[in-house]
């Protein structure tokens, strides 16, 4: 009966894995981590942390912002613009500059 493969070995998929597929492996699966961390004195604990990281891709987690993204994008891109220009750059300005 062959053995069951461990959850690690699915992410990394060892065989013949370049560092490169490793990690478009986890980006595409995903991977948590998590920790705990107690930072004491004279064993008497004084902070407590319990911490925990989700290391995907961002697709993974908004599925649905690819189509909004490059809109929201430009619409970032023209105010950053205009902000540049100035409030003084109307139109008259904008033709005489094309001249």
Do not use: W
Not at 5 to 15: K, N
Not at 18 to 41: H, P, R
Not at 46 to 66: F, H, K, M, Q
């Amino acid at each position: 009966m062959p053995r069951r493969r461990s959850d690690a070995e699915v992410v990394l998929d060892s065989s013949d894995a370049s560092l490169l597929d490793i990690v478009d492996n986890v980006l595409n699966k995903g991977v948590v981590l998590s920790g705990d961390l107690t930072i004491a004195l004279a064993q008497v604990d004084l902070i407590y942390a319990r911490l925990s990281l989700l290391l995907c891709a961002a697709d993974r987690v908004l599925p649905n912002e690819d189509a909004d993204f490059m809109a929201r994008h430009h619409a970032r891109h023209e105010v950053r613009e205009r902000a540049k220009r100035g409030p003084a750059a109307g139109p008259a300005k904008a033709l005489a500059r094309r001249r």
